[in-house]
């Protein structure tokens, strides 16, 4: 089974990846962008991906909402990841000689009040990985970077300080996305299914009478995101994550009533939530 996720070596989301299909027979096939991932699900190049859609600090990763836009792709797992960060140098760094501090500006942001203690400068790359990996390469003994334990392993380093994160409630959600199924999905009483609403035209209260729908029918939202439809300012798609399987009455209900009101409803997946 191939299996696309995204790189970097040493990534969160190679973390993920390996956490999360733990059967035989994977193969693990990276890709540059998260477009490149969905892509490849699309054109059955492999058989899933993983990608990351929503930081609890940082919010929705909308590159990835973007691309389920734009790809026929069903969306069949869900995983958290505890996002931890550590100060990570050669073998024998001392964390007094650290001066610099090199990792991905979200990471950095989130590790303020460390690198402010310690008194060092900060340097941007592209990725938490690559920044470890440049440590590595250029064997620098007065510079660390923010990145995972896993990160560490990946690139023979040594963590010298442990959660160096401002806030400890940081993770990242994961979507697991395959080809769309033939046949309906029979889910679980604790499955959850995303919705892609797309209004065909403005009207007052739009947004509301999307929401007052699935209140009226009890049904419970987990996650609402808006993104512009690109076809005129002021105009918005909505993702709305529900606590129901696609295949549930009150859920079908609710899709039929929106649909008569004049707005394009596509059902993205259903899933249940692993935590890694």
Request: aromatic letters at 8%; charged letters at 25%.
């Given at each position: ?16 990846a ?6 035989d ?10 477009f490149?991932v ?9 058989d ?42 050669n ?7 650290v ?13 303020r ?7 060092a ?15 590595q390469?250029?064997a ?5 970077a923010?990145?995972?334990e ?25 979507v697991?996305?395959?080809?769309p ?7 679980e009483?604790k499955?959850k299914?995303?919705?892609?609403i ?10 509301a ?7 009226s029918?009890?049904?419970n939202?987990?996650?609402?995101e ?8 002021g ?7 529900t606590?129901?399987g ?7 209900r609710?899709?039929?009533?929106l649909?008569?009101?004049g707005?394009?409803v596509?059902?993205?997946g259903s899933?249940?939530?692993?935590d890694?």
């Amino acid at each position: 089974m191939k299996i696309a996720y995204l790189g970097p070596k040493g990534t969160f989301s190679e973390e993920a990846a390996v956490r999360y299909f733990t059967e035989d027979g994977v193969e693990p096939i990276m890709y540059s962008t998260i477009f490149e991932v969905l892509e490849a699900v699309d054109e059955e190049r492999v058989d899933k991906g993983i990608v990351p859609i929503e930081n609890a600090l940082e919010g929705t990763i909308t590159m990835t909402t973007d691309g389920l836009i734009h790809h026929n792709v069903w969306i069949e797992g869900e995983a958290v990841l505890p996002v931890r960060l550590q100060l990570l140098g050669n073998p024998g760094a001392k964390l007094k000689d650290v001066k610099e501090v090199w990792s991905i500006p979200p990471a950095l942001a989130q590790c303020r009040i460390f690198t402010r203690d310690i008194q060092a400068k900060t340097k941007h790359y592209s990725s938490t990985a690559a920044a470890a990996e440049a440590i590595q390469k250029e064997a620098r003994m007065d510079a660390g970077a923010v990145a995972s334990e896993w990160a560490a392993e990946t690139f023979g380093l040594e963590v010298i300080q442990r959660d160096i994160h401002d806030n400890d409630c940081n993770s990242t959600r994961f979507v697991i996305i395959t080809k769309p199924p033939k046949q309906p999905v029979v889910t679980e009483e604790k499955a959850k299914s995303m919705l892609l609403i797309t209004p065909t035209e403005d009207r007052p209260g739009l947004l509301a009478i999307i929401l007052n729908v699935f209140s009226s029918l009890g049904i419970n939202l987990t996650w609402i995101e808006s993104r512009p439809t690109k076809k005129k300012l002021g105009t918005y798609r909505f993702f709305i994550e529900t606590a129901a399987g696609s295949e549930d009455d009150q859920l079908q209900r609710a899709k039929t009533i929106l649909e008569t009101y004049g707005y394009d409803v596509r059902t993205l997946g259903s899933y249940i939530k692993k935590d890694l």
